[in-house]
Nanobody
Framework: QVQLVESGGGLVQAGGSLRLSCAAS????????MGWFRQAPGKEREVVAT????????YYADSVKGRFTISRDNAKNTVYLRMNSLKPEDTAVYYC?????????????????WGQGTQVTVSS
């Protein structure tokens, strides 16, 4: 079992930055691929960025490439999402997710552990 707790969301003006953190429980964090997903009102949950267990493989949605960076610190059982140049369309609830495996999995259904989400609101 893995429990995930996100933090770092909030209200920011367009062009601003935020860093989301996701703290994971358990002693085998390094065995899990991690992902950040988001869901805006009235829309389906979508992938934002994912990272392999080692951190050597990453994936980014086209909408965030060049602006967001995913990273992880296995010693701290934490994965991060640095978000720069935020836009109003980035407004959503952001979720952290985990799955045991070697890849940087890209789909919602690949992941079997989810956090409760953290709200990110970008004002224009």
């Amino acid at each position: 079992q893995v429990q995930l707790v996100e933090s770092g969301g909030g209200l920011v003006q367009a062009g601003g930055s935020l860093r989301l953190s996701c703290a994971a429980s358990g002693r085998t964090f390094g065995s899990y691929a991690m992902g950040w997903f988001r869901q805006a009102p009235g829309k389906e949950r979508e992938v934002v960025a994912t990272i392999s267990w080692s951190g050597t493989s990453t994936y980014y949605a086209d909408s965030v490439k060049g602006r967001f960076t995913i990273s992880r610190d296995n010693a701290k059982n934490t994965v991060y999402l640095r978000m720069n140049s935020l836009k109003p369309e980035d407004t959503a609830v952001y979720y952290c997710a985990a799955v045991r495996g070697l890849g940087a999995y890209r789909e919602n259904y690949d992941y079997n552990y989810w956090g409760q989400g953290t709200q990110v609101t970008v004002s224009s």
